[in-house]
């Protein structure tokens, strides 16, 4: 892992970093802590390791309990260039869009080809992390996403014993992303968009019917997948806060 830009800003350290070819970026308080769990944060379809709202739920995390979060930009998006199969996809999905033609066939194909390949990257990932000092081997692993960023987390959670809570909400649901809920044991807070136009309900509710986890949570809110309340961020921190730890103890003055 190689670290490329370093920023301080409002008690929160931000880290760009490469590690074989695979862009992100490290956010972590700035006073220092010990133990902290780390969360991490995949992003939506057509986004990027910098959205917006990830950016916001990253700051909130750091600031509000201590823990570090870390994203990276899924193949073929953000710093890292579509091949052609993603360009074709990428295109299919805009003109389908044009012609008011259904959207679902061709990003469910798009996100499981991202998904598949996005799984060894954040292993890859996970281990540069966690043979960092500030984080380390026994550092408590949450995984929290949208879209993409959810078919990415239901393929990674099965084969990666490492991650022990799950925050997720919004995707186009496939059979392949039912059967990977049933493998999934570890706590999960599921978001569902109640009046999505492409992403529906019931799929939603079959998923979450899915997950085999002893201990998971629904939540429904107005709107579309991306018109998430203010304050389903706070729920998300205290979910993992649960789960994970609280806020990490920091060294005294």
Known sequence: MHFISETSSNGVIERNFILDGITGVLWSPASGTVGAPLLLSGHSGGMHKKAPGLVASALHSVTTCGFTVAAIDAPGHGDRPRNLQDQRWAEAIHQARAAGEPIAPIVID?????????????????????????????????????????????????????????????????????????????????????????????SGLALFDAFASKEKTLHAHPGRYFQVPEHERDSSARFFARHLGRTADTPSD
């Open 110 to 202: 798009y996100n499981m080809s991202l998904a598949e390949r996005a799984v060894p990257e954040w292993q890859a990932t996970l281990d540069a992390l966690q043979a960092l000092p500030e984080i380390g081997a026994d550092a408590p692993i949450g995984y929290g996403g949208m879209t993409l960023g959810v078919a990415t987390g239901l393929m990674l959670t099965p084969v990666e014993p490492r991650i022990a809570a799950l925050s997720l909400g919004g995707v186009f649901v496939n059979d392949a992303l039912i059967e990977a809920a049933r493998r999934i044991t570890v706590p999960v807070e599921y978001r569902i968009p109640w009046d999505d136009e492409e992403i529906d309900r019931v």
